[in-house]
C-alpha cells in the first residue's frame, strides 16, 4: 500500500500546506482520506488524479476537511466521470445533500453514493478494509485502520495505515493503532499553545508511551502555522517521553507499507 500525504496542514493557510487529505493506492484501488482545500490541485499532481478516485472516506465535517468536496465533484463532473462514492460518520449524507441544495447546478451531475460509519465498525470502502473509532474532538471524529488485501501475507493479517483525524492525544486511540506500520496522528500546535481538541507534543508523547501497542513510525500531521520554525523543539519534546521513530510529515511525501 502506497500512503501519498496530499495536504498536511490545517484551517490556517500557510502557504507551505494544502489542507488534510490523504492518498491511499493498493492493487489498483484509491482511496481519499478527507478532501480539505487544495486537495484536489495535489491529486493532480500525481499519477492517480481526480479522475481516478471514487471514493472519498471523511473523517469529520469540520471545513479544513472537506473544503474541496463540491471542486472535486464539479472537477470529476467535467471530466467525464460518472460517479463518486462519500463515506463518512453519521450526518454524511445529509451534509452532501446541504452542500448540492446551495448550489443546485451540480445536483444529479454525477451519480452519488452516499454512506455512514459508526464508531466500533468494521467496514469495506475502495477496497480497503477499515475499522473506525471515535476521537476526542470539537465535533463527531472517527479514526480510521485500513489495510489491504493485496498486502497480504500469507495467512497474516495485512498491514494497516493509521490516521487519527482530529483528536486529542489519548492512549485508547493510540492502542486502536496496535500493529500499524505507519501512524498519521494531529499534532497541530507545539507545546507552548494551550490547546484543546488537539495534541501538543507533550501530550503526543504521553500517550504514545503510556498506550500499550507495537507501531511502527509516526507522522505528525494537521499542522497549524505556530509550528513552523519549531520541529526540532517538537521533535524532542517528543523524544523525552517516547523513544520510537516520530517524523514529520510534509505535502507530496509518499510512503510504502509493506
Known sequence: ???TFLGTGSAMPTGERFQTGILLEAGGDRLLLDCGSGVIHALQTTDVGYEGVDTVLLTHHHLDH???L???MKARWL????SLEIVGP???PDLVRDLLSVHEYMQNRLDLTLRTVEDGESFEVAGFSGRAKATRHSMPCLAYRLAHDADRDGDTEPPAFG?????EAFPELIDFFDGCPVLAHDCSFPDEVDVSNHPTPASLGDALAAADAEIGRVYLTHLYPHTE???D???DSLGERYDGDVRFARDGLSVEIA
Open 66 to 68: 472537506l473544503a474541496d
Open 233 to 235: 523543539a517538537m521533535l
Open 70 to 72: 463540491l471542486p472535486l
Open 229 to 231: 520554525g519549531e520541529h
Open 79 to 82: 471530466a467525464g466521470a460518472e
Open 163 to 167: 490516521f487519527s483525524g482530529d483528536s
Open 1 to 3: 500500500m502506497r500512503v
Open 90 to 92: 453519521p450526518g454524511t
